[in-house]
């Protein structure tokens, strides 16, 4: 009876061992299955998080070209404004030498025209004066 007792013993505690070495293969199983799935979901959040600091560079960059964009517009409007006025006070100056120019054209030419009448009255009266004695 002790026998068949410590032969029950014996076979529980191998059926124990056993179940306790098929526990133990179930567990590393689970961890390793486990492992791999925090492993994958670790590899998704890191590539998720690259993804999303490429989109940040890639939208900062965007508004660093756009802000660039505005600024050389700007410049380029200022550039324009001031050449206008520029051409502007040039057109001015040059209408008003013209003017004076002109006025100074006119001036001689009146200055010749009464020279001309001058001599030509002159030369009239003399006539006059001329015939005035032949008769």
């Given at each position: 009876?002790?026998?068949?007792?410590?032969?029950?013993?014996?076979?529980?505690?191998?059926?124990?061992?056993?179940?306790?070495e098929?526990?133990?293969?179930?567990?590393?199983?689970?961890?390793?299955?486990?492992?791999?799935?925090?492993?994958?979901?670790?590899?998704?959040?890191?590539?998720?998080?690259?993804?999303?600091?490429?989109?940040?560079?890639?939208?900062?960059?965007?508004?660093?070209?756009?802000?660039?964009?505005?600024t050389?517009?700007?410049?380029?409007?200022?550039?324009?404004?001031?050449?206008?006025?520029?051409?502007?006070k040039?057109?001015?100056?040059?209408?008003?030498?013209?003017?004076?120019?002109?006025?100074?054209k006119?001036?001689?030419?009146?200055?010749?025209?009464?020279?001309?009448?001058?001599?030509?009255?002159?030369?009239?009266?003399?006539q006059?004066?001329?015939?005035?004695?032949?008769?």
């Amino acid at each position: 009876h002790e026998r068949e007792h410590d032969r029950e013993i014996s076979e529980l505690a191998a059926k124990h061992s056993e179940e306790m070495e098929k526990l133990r293969a179930e567990l590393k199983e689970e961890q390793r299955h486990l492992l791999d799935e925090l492993q994958q979901q670790m590899e998704a959040t890191h590539r998720a998080e690259h993804e999303q600091a490429q989109l940040q560079s890639q939208t900062l960059h965007s508004l660093e070209l756009e802000a660039l964009r505005l600024t050389l517009n700007n410049m380029h409007t200022s550039q324009l404004e001031l050449t206008q006025s520029n051409l502007s006070k040039e057109k001015e100056t040059a209408l008003m030498e013209l003017r004076e120019m002109l006025n100074d054209k006119r001036d001689q030419e009146v200055a010749i025209l009464q020279s001309r009448h001058q001599l030509e009255w002159e030369k009239i009266k003399e006539q006059c004066l001329k015939e005035k004695e032949d008769l």
